[in-house]
């Protein structure tokens, strides 16, 4: 499975952007889904996770009621909405795809080469 994320920019504080990360494999329908993020001089940590079937989803307290995650399995393609947007949320953004169910576990088996979020104040 191979992972593109795209979607990344500069926003300001309060706006709005959407990712997206299209996937290529054909089994990619049956696997879960998240989105890491990493600021400068920080770890990777998790933002949200969404199981295969699109039916349950999971959110990092930071992003909860502003972050969406969402797939469309005809189209291999996974998004993030995120919405009011805060200088914190500035980071480079990763998907990640396992054929297992991984959360907030970072040991997902296949990742993106990231894209760029710049939230200004």
């Known amino acids: 499975v191979q992972l593109q994320a795209s979607g990344g920019g500069l926003v300001q504080a309060g706006g709005s952007l959407r990712l997206s990360c299209a996937a290529s494999g054909r089994t990619f329908s049956s696997y879960a889904m998240g989105w890491f993020r990493q600021a400068p001089g920080k770890e990777r940590e998790f933002v949200a996770a969404?199981?295969?079937?699109?039916?349950?989803?999971y959110y990092a307290d930071s992003v909860k009621g502003r972050f969406t995650i969402s797939r469309d399995s005809a189209k291999n393609t996974v998004y993030l909405q995120m919405n009011s947007l805060k200088p914190e949320d500035t980071a480079v953004y990763y998907c990640?795809?396992?054929?297992?169910?991984?959360?907030?576990?970072?040991?997902?088996?296949?990742w993106g080469q990231g894209t760029l979020v710049t939230v200004s104040s």
């Open positions: 990640a795809t396992d054929p297992q169910y991984r959360g907030s576990d970072v040991r997902y088996g296949y």
């Open positions: 969404i199981r295969w079937n699109g039916g349950s989803t």
